[in-house]
């Protein structure tokens, strides 16, 4: 079946310390997202990639790191600069072509700092 | 300023009855399209229903449909005859295109709760 997967479910991570999440999908997608979501709000856009080699700042994308170096991956580190980093994280991915260029949504990764 | 607002941060329905969820946008792009999306607690973004800005009759996906009112820019989602499983957030996005990307703007959600 087709669709994203994200890994791990939940991470825990001492203060100070990189961590990296790892998201994949096998939809043929071009363009791939990745979003945070912190309790009572919306998802803010963290960074998007189009296409392999190439991603854009989002909104929020101070402590943040990715790389595309394939299609089907996009990894997120989240970097000890990140002042509050414990959040839900959910990547997704669209078509790039015509049509309503919905996103799908992978099941999330949950971090914590302790 | 908020380009997406949901001012209902919870609601309550009773199964088998009918609910609509608010959601108001602001842009000044004539292309665009709204989304409606839902997040059970497990956290996994669900896609209910797609409505662009060109789309002359409202969508309509099973029993949710949006109301779309385009002079007042609101898409309201009107869910029919609720069950328990629809208990969930649910988030109206609006796509918006920037530097040849398309890119998701969020709303703040709207808890739904269906009781028996």
């Known amino acids: 079946d087709g669709g994203i997967t994200q890994s791990p479910k939940y991470l825990f991570r001492k203060e100070g310390q990189n961590v990296t999440l790892s998201c994949e999908q096998n939809l043929n997608h071009d363009a791939m997202y990745w979003y945070r979501q912190d309790p009572g709000q919306g998802l803010r856009l963290i960074y998007y990639s189009q296409i392999v080699n190439d991603f854009q700042k989002g909104d929020i994308a101070e402590g943040y790191s990715v790389s595309r170096e394939k299609k089907e991956s996009f990894p997120l580190t989240v970097t000890s600069a990140q002042k509050n980093p414990t959040a839900f994280y959910l990547c997704a991915s669209s078509p790039t072509t015509s049509g309503r260029l919905e996103q799908f949504f992978g099941p999330g990764t949950r971090l914590t700092v302790l | 300023a908020q380009k997406i607002t949901q001012t209902q941060p919870g609601m309550f329905v009773q199964e088998k009855e009918a609910v609509t969820l608010d959601c108001t946008y602001d842009?000044?792009?004539?292309?665009?399209?709204l989304f409606w999306y839902k997040q059970p607690s497990s956290g996994e973004m669900i896609f209910l229903i797609y409505?662009?800005?060109?789309?002359?009759q409202n969508a309509t996906e099973g029993r949710y449909s949006l109301n779309f009112q385009k002079a007042r820019k609101s898409a309201n989602l009107v869910i029919s005859a609720s069950q328990l499983g629809d208990s969930a957030m649910y988030f109206c996005?609006?796509?918006?295109?920037?530097?040849?990307?398309?890119?998701?703007?969020f709303g703040t959600g709207t808890r739904l709760q269906v009781f028996p």
């Open positions: 996005a609006m796509r918006e295109r920037a530097y040849n990307t398309d890119k998701l703007i």
């Open positions: 409505q662009g800005s060109y789309d002359q």
């Open positions: 842009t000044s792009d004539p292309s665009y399209g």
